[in-house]
């Protein structure tokens, strides 16, 4: 049975950093891109950022570039996201995902969730 465990997630001034983690058992993790998406109340999940199995190819959402640092350790079997200079519109359920390839997480065509965690960006 593949589960996705997350981490990390709390309550933070804008400006702040937070890094989420999730990982992966029941998959040969290497063998799956990663990615992180986002839920605001009310409506869908958004993707986020992805990694690449290898971790050689990252995909980021625009308003995330540059703030957001998608990243693996394959031999732990986590994922994390470092998020950096958070803004109020960063709060959201963020969930992991895996599928086979990043590009398909960008797509939203998911193979696996993780339940969320959530984020939640003040003033």
């Known amino acids: 049975q593949v589960q996705l465990d997350e981490s990390g997630g709390g309550s933070v001034q804008s400006g702040a950093s937070l890094t989420l983690s999730c990982t992966a058992s029941g998959l040969t993790f290497n063998n799956y891109a990663m990615g992180w998406f986002r839920q605001y109340p009310g409506k869908q999940r958004e993707f986020a950022a992805a990694?690449?199995?290898?971790?050689?190819?990252?995909l980021y959402e625009d308003s995330v570039k540059g703030r957001f640092s998608i990243s693996r350790d394959n031999t732990r079997n986590t994922v994390y996201l470092q998020m950096n200079n958070l803004e109020l519109e960063d709060t959201a359920a963020y969930s992991c995902?895996?599928?086979?390839?990043?590009?398909?997480?960008?797509?939203?065509?998911?193979?696996?969730w993780g339940q969320g965690t959530q984020v939640i960006v003040s003033s």
């Open positions: 995902a895996a599928a086979p390839l990043a590009t398909s997480l960008r797509a939203k065509r998911v193979t696996y």
């Open positions: 990694i690449s199995g290898s971790g050689d190819l990252t």
